[in-house]
């Protein structure tokens, strides 16, 4: 008798527990990436989606101040060093560091 209802409180708690997590798809967050040269390009923002890092580039000496130069060359330059890589992650302020990720199908 005792362990029908320790099997039942088990299974009510499990359930509760289960039901207490919300899945919340917040459609603030989401956009659709823009794809230059091939790479998907990310600046203040990551892929929600499984990648893998390959490796970062900065350069010595950022070329301009104005963003499509810079983003043309980093993309330019990411793709030599990583061939493989299909997305690519702005991850300062002034566009002048960068990640390159493949993502996971």
């Known amino acids: 008798m005792k362990k029908g209802i320790a099997l039942g409180a088990f299974l009510t708690l499990n359930t509760l527990i289960l039901f207490s997590f919300t899945f919340?798809?917040?459609?603030?967050?989401?956009?659709?990436?823009?794809?230059?040269?091939?790479?998907?390009?990310?600046?203040?923002?990551?892929?929600?989606?499984?990648?893998?890092?390959?490796?970062?580039?900065?350069?010595f000496i950022v070329p301009t101040k104005n963003a499509?130069?810079?983003?043309?060359?980093?993309?330019?330059?990411?793709?030599?060093?990583?061939?493989q890589a299909n997305a690519i992650v702005f991850t300062d302020d002034e566009l002048g560091r960068v990640d390159l990720i493949q993502i996971k199908e």
């Open 24 to 59: 919340s798809d917040d459609k603030k967050s989401f956009a659709e990436v823009e794809q230059i040269r091939g790479l998907y390009v990310f600046i203040h923002s990551k892929p929600k989606s499984d990648f893998q890092y390959l490796g970062s580039y900065t350069p």
């Open 68 to 83: 499509g130069p810079i983003i043309d060359h980093m993309i330019k330059k990411g793709k030599e060093l990583y061939p």
